[in-house]
């Protein structure tokens, strides 16, 4: 159709709606560079360390253990002097945390602001590389009553940062629950509770002034929990899933192979309807418990190294999420310790990776990722075959371990103690641990082009017993 032959407001029409297009798509872009900007270089899973447990060890020990586990970026519930004195010079990352009973004397005076920043962030930079502040710690649905005063604190912190020229190099935000979105799922239909509307409108707009990314304490074993017969494991603890069992926004069709990542995406939805889009979403926290009491079977060793190592993993590969491909945000798992204070139930007390005494609970290993989490300090851990790999790819695998890896398979041969049961995966698992062992557990060698894994459980069964032991 010639353009000469359209009435000339046709031709205004179609030219306005092209460039309407190219700006949409170009303001776009530009909200996903603003949004990259925010963060470190390279997506990282950093660790929370709370304090409720009987006989910790000193700040000094417990830097030491960091950096024996090559930890690069954590976060304190509190700005514990010690702590930060420890961390001098170390290069470790640390969030510092002004506790919830602490906002009502910041939020309401400036000069105590002033203080707290001279107290507990210019007594330390840059000797102790401070990243930022989280400013109370789920305000809106623990303590509700200080909501109001949630937004003036942070401007007060923020005000005496760039008193202290700080403000570029120190972020301020403050971690939500979870909660605090409504009908998370679809991502696409996600949105904050109104009745918070007073204090979300201007905290993401000091978020998106100020660089900040919005915090969000995100636990997809809560979500499977209250879910049970909705959500699947699998999707819960990043498991590989066969399309059919994919979680499918049905408004924008795109794909979730895992709980995190939507949970993820509905933070971004929300602020969408808000229409902030260049801030970056941080999880503060996330994790899988140990241990719990009947009421939560599913609180097990195995399911919280599952949870923990592929989650990891998933923000290592920097593969985004559906919405955002392109950012990948950087989790802090909760938690170092398991914090046998805590009131129950009995979970409550065991999401830590460690005992007070730093013997592991689990140890991580994840293929890629270095010793991070996983210097082993019990020398108990095995290679095994990955759930859900297809037998083709496995009998590869074993063939490549017990020929040119040089693994001993002599045990999975007919008639040994490990032939029984008769599969492919049993005898991988085998092969893998005989390969894994022989190199001295060193990094990479469990790994089998991504069809293995370290686990702390000993895979030996009856009188089959596992290189490992």
């Known amino acids: ?46 660790i929370n360390i709370g304090v409720d447990v009987s006989n910790l060890m000193s700040a000094t020990e417990l830097v030491s253990l960091l950096q024996f586990q090559k930890v690069t970026h954590i976060r304190l519930y509190d700005a514990d002097p010690d702590m930060l004195k420890a961390l001098a010079k170390t290069k470790i990352r640390v969030i510092i945390s002004v506790p919830n009973n602490q906002l009502l004397a910041i939020g309401s005076s400036n000069a105590t602001a ?6 507990n962030v210019v007594a330390y930079y840059p000797q102790t590389v401070i990243t930022a502040i989280a400013v109370g710690d789920e305000v809106l649905t623990t303590v509700p009553s200080s909501a109001p005063l949630l937004v003036p604190a942070m401007e007060s912190l923020y005000s005496a940062l760039v008193a202290a020229n700080l403000h570029n190099q120190i972020k301020i935000s403050t971690p939500h629950s979870a909660s605090i979105i409504l009908d998370p799922f679809p991502p696409s239909q996600a949105f904050f509770n109104q009745s918070w509307s007073s204090v979300m409108q201007p905290l993401l707009q000091f978020l998106s002034k ?16 209250q879910n049970k017969g909705v959500v699947p494991l699998e999707n819960s603890l990043f498991k590989p899933l066969t399309p059919s069992k994919e979680m499918v926004d049905p408004n924008t069709l795109l794909h979730y192979t895992n709980v995190l990542d939507a949970m993820v995406d509905a933070a971004y939805y929300s602020m969408k309807n808000f229409n902030f889009t260049d801030v970056v979403v941080l999880v503060t926290e996330s994790g899988w418990p140990s241990k719990g009491d009947s009421k939560e079977p599913y609180a097990t060793i195995d399911n919280a190294d599952t949870y923990n190592s592929n989650m990891i993993k998933h923000v290592l590969d920097q593969s985004g999420t559906p919405l955002h491909p392109e950012i ?30 730093a013997t592991p609970v689990y140890l991580l290993h994840v293929s890629g990722s270095g010793t991070f989490l996983a210097n082993d300090t019990t020398n108990q851990t095995y290679c095994i075959v990955m759930d859900g790999v297809d037998s083709k790819t496995l009998q590869a695998a074993l063939d490549w371990a017990c020929g040119p890896g040089q693994a001993n398979c002599s045990e999975i041969q007919p008639g040994e103690n490990c032939y029984q049961p008769n599969n492919v995966k049993n005898h991988a698992s085998y092969a893998f641990d ?24 000993d895979p030996s069964h009856g009188s089959c017993i596992f290189p490992g032991r």
């Open 434 to 457: 005989s390969y894994y062992q022989k190199e001295g557990r060193a990094a990479g060698s469990c790994d089998f082009k991504g069809v293995a894994m370290i686990t702390t459980t």
């Open 1 to 46: 159709m010639a353009l000469s032959k359209l009435p000339l407001s046709t031709i205004f029409f179609l030219l306005y709606t092209s460039l309407f297009t190219i700006s949409q798509a170009l303001s776009s872009k530009i909200a996903v560079a603003q949004i990259k900007d925010q963060q470190d270089n390279e997506p990282f899973v950093g």
């Open 114 to 119: 002033a203080s707290w920043i001279g107290k």
């Open 328 to 357: 990948t945000s950087s989790v802090y798992l909760y938690e170092l310790f398991n914090e046998d204070l805590r009131s129950p139930p009995v979970s409550e007390a065991n999401w830590g990776l460690f005992y007070a005494n």
């Open 210 to 225: 100020t660089g900040s990314p919005l915090m969000m304490n995100l636990y997809p074993y809560y979500v499977f929990m």
